[in-house]
Nanobody, 121 residues
Framework: QVQLVESGGGLVQAGGSLRLSCAAS????????MGWYRQAPGKQRELVAV???????NYADSVKGRFTISRDNAKNTVYLQMNSLKPEDTAVYYC???????????????WGQGTQVTVSS
């Protein structure tokens, strides 16, 4: 019914940049917060950045000043521009969204399938 599809991951050298995209599709009435999380091998999944429909954007301290989250509401898409990448940014990146389906009124939380980002030193 509702899908989140990520794209844009890959292999990049330290100091390089990548841009992730996540498009939501299906029976969508509205989308509240959209965000990105990541999970490195052997570690718990952690918040990278979240952008509400309105209000303050939140970043993990480890990515502040390097990553920028944005969204295009007309396309139901959230982006993550990642600059000055470091080897410790290597992880599977997951898109997350709070979506009101159909005619509402309930909010459901969805995850994408994940996209691998690998930063070589």
């Amino acid at each position: 019914q509702v899908q989140l599809v990520e794209s844009g991951g890959g292999l990049v050298q330290a100091g390089g940049s990548l841009r992730l995209s996540c498009a939501a599709s299906g029976s969508i009435f509205s989308i509240n917060a959209m965000g990105w999380y990541r999970q490195a091998p052997g570690k718990q999944r952690e918040l990278v950045a979240v952008i509400p429909e309105g209000g303050m954007i939140n970043y993990a301290d480890s990515v502040k000043g390097r990553f920028t989250i944005s969204r295009d509401n007309a396309k139901n898409t959230v982006y993550l521009q990642m600059n000055s990448l470091k080897p410790e940014d290597t992880a599977v990146y997951y898109c997350n969204a709070d979506i009101v389906r159909g005619f509402g009124p309930y909010v459901y939380n969805y995850w994408g399938q994940g996209t691998q980002v690998t930063v070589s030193s």
